[in-house]
């Protein structure tokens, strides 16, 4: 009952590199953005996120206008998803005025704005496409704050030239 093994055959197999459509369409959409990332702000979260839903798909300059009003307390923030026990503004139904993170992801914006310039886009043009918000880790007070921890968010800021 001895059965004779075969030697195993090797297949070399050669891999084809294939263009698809969506690599593309990634490598020409990258030539007309700019971005900034920035890792552990000590802002909000929450108000980051409420912040970035208000200023998404708005133009650079725009947006900038907006966070400066708000700054001043002209314009609130409607807030939408985090709004327990949030008391209505003029206009809106849940609102603040969160100067903090206000201030800086304007300096985001800012940023941003000069990574374009550096690229060569047209800064007139520019449309906030992504803003991306994630908590980020939460380190202890120092001394005796037991409990109690510090806030730190991530934010991702992404801009590209609008089509005309």
């Known amino acids: 009952m001895n059965k004779e093994q075969k030697p195993t055959e090797e297949k070399k197999v050669e891999k084809e590199v294939v263009k698809t459509k969506k690599v593309e369409e990634k490598t020409d959409k990258k030539d007309h953005t700019a971005s900034v990332n920035c890792k552990d ?96 880790s939460h380190q202890m007070h120092h001394g005796r704050h037991s409990g109690r921890r510090m806030k730190r968010t991530h934010v991702s800021i992404t801009v590209r030239e609008a089509e005309e």
Do not use: C, W
Request: charged share 25%; hydrophobic share 40%.
């Open 41 to 136: 702000l000590v802002i909000s979260t929450k108000f980051s996120v409420e912040v970035a839903n208000f200023i998404r798909n708005k133009k650079l300059q725009k947006a900038k206008d907006l966070l400066s009003e708000v700054i001043l307390k002209k314009t609130a923030v409607p807030i939408n998803k985090y709004n327990k026990d949030v008391a209505h503004k003029p206009g809106m139904a849940a609102g603040r005025y969160p100067v903090k993170v206000s201030k800086a992801i304007l300096t985001l914006l800012n940023s941003v704005e000069s990574n374009a310039e550096d690229k060569g886009l047209s800064t007139e043009n520019l449309i906030i496409s992504e803003i991306i918000v994630n908590g980020g």
